[in-house]
């Protein structure tokens, strides 16, 4: 559509939404902090704001022609090279399958992100070995995929979907303070878990928001 001159807006968008993701993890730093220190090792904020923020940095330097896709595959294996955590190779192989997904696609559709978001699900599954209810991202993440998959098939604009995964996934953070963790360092606590909210969950609403957020700003 851009006749080749400029970022297409899709990847436009992409980009924002990982600024977006470096932003936030910056500002909700002690947040996170604390919520990792309580049933983890306190260490899930710096991992997603290095992660993140090593990702910002390498998106300074995308190639002028590069499509949606692109951007999520580079983002992907940054986070895998910068972040030592479980969340790094999760949140890495989920961004590189997604954008694996969306392909050669220079737009940004409903069904086009909701297939990208059901595929970055997957890919965490195949890695973490993690079901729904064990207190992981994927019990945010997962509900965010269905919701946008859903909103895809009822033909809703991209925002108005996003908002509604966005709901989605704060829902599943929430559920999560119920949940005896079964993944992950916090399972190390089994039932003493309970009563915590699990702090990636807590990070996947805040990349579905920052995504939404993108949207809006566009
Ligand atoms: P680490 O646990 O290595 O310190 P982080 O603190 O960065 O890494 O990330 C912790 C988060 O990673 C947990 O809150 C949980 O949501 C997620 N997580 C851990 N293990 C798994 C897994 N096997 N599958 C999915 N998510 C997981
Ligand atoms: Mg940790």
Redesign the pocket.
Known sequence: MSGGSGPAAGTELLVRWMRNCAATFAAQREYLTDL?AAI??A??AD?MTRGFTAVAERLDGLESDAVPGRVLVLAGSTLISTVG???GP?WGSALRRAGKTLGEERTITTTGMAAALAAAVTA?VEL???QPGDK???DALAPAAAALQAAGEAGVPLGEALAAARMAAEDGMRATIAMPAR????SYLGERSVGHQ????TSAAFIIAALEQAVADG
């Open positions: 990792d983890g090792d260490d899930h991992n955590g479980a969340s999760l965490i973490g070995e993690a992981t991202m994927v993944k992950g360092r916090a699990d702090p990636g969950a």
